[in-house]
């Protein structure tokens, strides 16, 4: 296989390596400020991703510019220069010019990067970088949109995290942004919600993106489906949802009921929720094992914790 790389988005490296490791299957990556490292002979891995800026081969880790140079000069490269610390800028600065020394700098010419992370230097061939023009289309031109929606990038986030083999389910739609990145990704999509109306608009929404999911009129405490190998939502929990308190910790318990019975063994749900509640105990009682929580801030009335659990 590969030594390959990735560069990881900021503000959660944690979350962004998370993907990483549920989009390549292992966790057997080394870790770097802004960078893993790892082997893998995939190429479509950040254009699938909502937190992985770009990945390629990994050509050279140094110390040293002269060392860097040998290897690309008397080359024709377009040169991708990111320095993950800030506070590192003036230093990488003055080697860039020793690295490029006999180098022809062209857009034309095939990417590379040069990545500069706790004082050494990698080069790397890209292979593919994020898609985030589909995300903000997704997030930005839909008909139908409502209050505390997720956005395209947690949704499809929370889709990788769920590890799909085939089917994404989503028994919370609502506008249906969850099912939009999950049809993007080339799944197929069921979705779940007790509002006909909304349902109808994650329906437009949909068809608007030329998208086609499996949308079933019922409550998430009841799934009305046999199996399925993925579960990604986002329940209710913001300031505008109906349900409060011991009502809304009982909603939680029966949808970690239902979604124990339709999971295969062995396949992920993946919710996000308000950080102020912990529901580790209700889901052990319901055959989970907690594999991950991460806490993303939304805004200063929220930060959402994403629960990663895994059917026992």
């Not at 880790?61 to 220069?81: F, T």
């Not at 010019?97 to 004082?119: M, Q, W």
Request: hydrophobic fraction near 35%; proline fraction near 2%.
């Amino acid at each position: 296989m590969t030594k390959s790389y990735a560069v990881l988005k900021g503000n959660n490296y944690f979350l962004s390596l998370a993907e990483l490791q549920a989009l390549i299957g292992t966790n057997n990556i080394e870790y770097l400020t802004g960078v893993a490292i790892f082997e893998s002979d995939q190429e479509k891995i950040s254009s699938r991703s909502a937190r992985i800026k770009r990945n390629g081969d990994l050509l050279l880790i140094s110390d040293s510019p002269e060392e860097i140079n040998e290897m690309i000069k008397d080359g024709c490269y377009s040169v991708k220069e990111d320095i993950i610390l800030g506070s590192q800028r003036n230093e990488f600065n003055s080697i860039m010019t020793e690295i490029l020394k006999g180098v022809k700098v062209s857009k034309r010419c095939d990417k590379i990067d040069l990545i500069f992370t706790d004082g050494i230097i990698l080069l790397g061939k890209i292979r593919d970088e994020i898609d985030s023009k589909s995300m903000i289309i997704h997030s930005k031109k839909k008909p139908y949109s409502q209050s505390g929606t997720m956005n395209a990038e947690t949704s499809r986030l929370l889709v990788n995290l769920s590890r799909p083999k085939n089917t994404v389910l989503d028994p919370f739609t609502g506008t249906g942004s969850i099912l939009i990145e999950a049809k993007w990704l080339n799944y197929n999509c069921i979705g779940v919600d007790l509002d006909g109306k909304i349902l109808e608009k994650a329906k437009v929404n949909l068809k608007f993106f030329g998208y086609d999911c499996d949308l079933i009129l019922a409550s998430a405490t009841k799934l009305p489906i046999i199996s399925v190998d993925s579960i990604a939502t986002d329940p209710p929990y913001g300031r505008s949802t109906k349900e409060k308190g011991e009502e809304l910790f009982k909603l939680y318990e029966n949808f970690f009921i239902s979604a124990s019975e339709v999971l295969k063994k062995g396949s992920f749900l993946v919710f996000a929720t308000d950080s102020k509640f912990d529901f580790t105990d209700k889901l052990k009682e319901n055959s989970f094992m907690l594999k991950e929580i991460h806490f993303l801030y939304s805004h200063k009335s929220l930060t959402r914790a994403i629960y990663v659990v895994q059917k026992r």
